[in-house]
């Protein structure tokens, strides 16, 4: 098993950690794993992605030009990534961030209105959780019980108690992400 990954929106919407976090989760099911992060000049605002790779066996090289699934939460980074699916990848899109959605028919499209969900529970910091939980259904890459345990390693102890709720946002994203057609 080897799953190419690009997450990409902008800085803020948890791109970065969700990444990482996959990672970290990968790492601890003794998998080989790569993260490399590109941000713009802004954290916060300026447009972010992320590569993660993981794998059984090594990894050559982080660097990609084709993927495996794309996650893609706003419309400059569907522009730039839409096309560096693999013809038979999947490609996800939250839909409040994507105003012209995917034309792509070689590969597997699927929407989550994870920004909505997480808004209409009152979740909003679990957004980008809900979209690695549809990540998760999809491509089960990591379990997660891993990602549990690697919230605990990630996250700052004073936000320990925030980690049920991110269990509970990861649930949403698989119940609520659908193929489009």
Known sequence: ?????????FGGQGVLSMGKILAYSGLMEGKEVTWMPAYG????????????IISDERISSPILSK??????????????????????????????????????????????DAMDEANERKMAKTF?????????????????????????????ERHHKLIPMNEEAIHIGMDIIKEVK
């Open 67 to 112: 993927y495996d699934t794309a996650i893609i939460l706003n419309q400059p980074s569907l522009a730039k990534f839409e096309d560096k699916v693999k013809p038979g990848g999947i490609l996800i899109y939250d839909g409040y961030g994507i105003i012209n959605p995917p034309t792509r028919k070689d590969i597997h499209v699927y929407r989550i």
């Open 41 to 52: 000049p802004e954290q916060r605002g300026g447009t972010a992605n992320v590569t993660v």
């Open 128 to 156: 980008n959780m809900i979209v690695l939980g549809g990540l998760l259904k999809l491509r089960p890459v990591v379990s997660i019980e891993s990602v549990v345990k690697a919230l605990y390693k990630t996250l700052p």
């Open 1 to 9: 098993m080897k799953e190419e990954i690009i997450i990409a929106g």
